[in-house]
């Protein structure tokens, strides 16, 4: 089995939802235009942090901006390359090296899937094999192989400061606050990030520098970032939480039976389903995902959607 972030936090937030996105790869016709703002701007900023080359951040966020976002939003082509020159002006000189930046393959954008080492309950009929093992990736009892759980994402780039290895992870906000670093830790993706980018580079990481940029329809853009952290006892118990999840949903393909949470239909705002669910049969359903919907694979490797 093979997850990461956005389908382990959207069967936790409600599995039918995640059987909707990533089962049956529905997703919304609109496009968000923050997430493809923050797209452009996570191009704009490996170039930098590959290159160090100002005219290639900037070329990198035109070359990347999508052309069907909305055009009355204040998320425009020509504020993000503001807010990139802006955040060069801010930080023109890092006190943090690039990993491998003298190369030619800086740990910039790092794509990864990766084994955990934790195998999946064993399926054989007739086994139903206690699952005492998580490491184990032959049954105990019939010698059957069990599935292997790979977990996998992008990170941005992976730094040395003060003789210590941090993933540099990007953060786009409107929320750009006092309480605003307090949801990394603890935080998913930011654990599998610093436990992807040790696997990677062979190196222990110790944890990562959150690089946030406030972004405001009518004031000024902020820059902020903190330092958080991870101990090798909190990445183990990462992994656990992560066997727990996938089990999860394997119950759930078994028995094919995805319930509903509803306490996340409304929660922040209307679940991206919830004209869907809130109609009584399967058919008036059906009807309107393929009115108001597109099918469309979720690949965690494709930049777009996975901030």
């Not at 080359?53 to 900037?58: I, S």
């Not at 654990?191 to 972004?215: D, E, F, H, K, P």
């Not at 853009?221 to 727990?244: A, G, V, Y």
């Not at 058919?283 to 494709?302: C, G, H, M, P, V």
Request: proline share 4%; with cysteine.
């Amino acid at each position: 089995m093979k997850v990461d972030n956005f389908a382990l936090t959207m069967f936790q937030a409600c599995p039918i939802k995640y059987k909707l996105r990533i089962q049956d790869h529905w997703t919304s016709r609109r496009k968000s235009s923050a997430l493809g703002f923050g797209g452009a701007l996570h191009e704009g900023l490996a170039a930098w942090y590959r290159t160090g080359e100002q005219t290639k951040a900037l070329s990198a966020i035109g070359d990347s901006w999508p052309e069907n976002l909305p055009i009355d939003d204040w998320r425009t082509k020509e504020k993000c390359l503001k807010t990139m020159m802006e955040y060069m002006k801010t930080y023109p000189v890092e006190t943090f090296q690039v990993i491998g930046r003298d190369t030619e393959d800086p740990m910039v954008e790092c794509t990864f899937t990766l084994s955990t080492g934790l195998y999946l309950a064993c399926e054989s009929p007739g086994c139903n094999q206690p699952l005492y093992s998580l490491t184990n990736p032959l049954c105990s009892v019939c010698g059957e192989p069990r599935e292997e759980i790979e977990y996998g994402g992008i990170f941005d780039t992976l730094v040395e400061f003060n003789n210590n290895i941090y993933v540099l992870e990007h953060k786009t906000t409107s929320r750009l606050g006092s309480y605003y670093f307090n949801q990394f830790k603890p935080n998913n993706q930011v654990t599998g990030y610093i436990w992807g980018g040790g696997l990677m580079s062979g190196q222990r990481v110790g944890g990562a520098i959150i690089n946030a940029i406030g972004l405001y329809k009518s004031s000024a853009t902020k820059f902020e970032r903190q330092i958080t952290s991870r101990s090798h006892e909190e990445i183990s118990e990462w992994l656990i939480h992560i066997h727990s999840t996938c089990q999860q949903i394997r119950d759930c393909e078994r028995r094919n039976y995805w319930p509903m949470y509803t306490g996340s239909c409304t929660m922040y705002g209307q679940c991206e389903y919830h004209s869907v669910h809130v109609l009584g049969t399967e058919n008036e359903r059906s009807k309107r995902l393929s009115t108001d919907f597109i099918q469309e694979a979720w690949e965690y490797e494709n930049r777009e959607g996975v901030k």
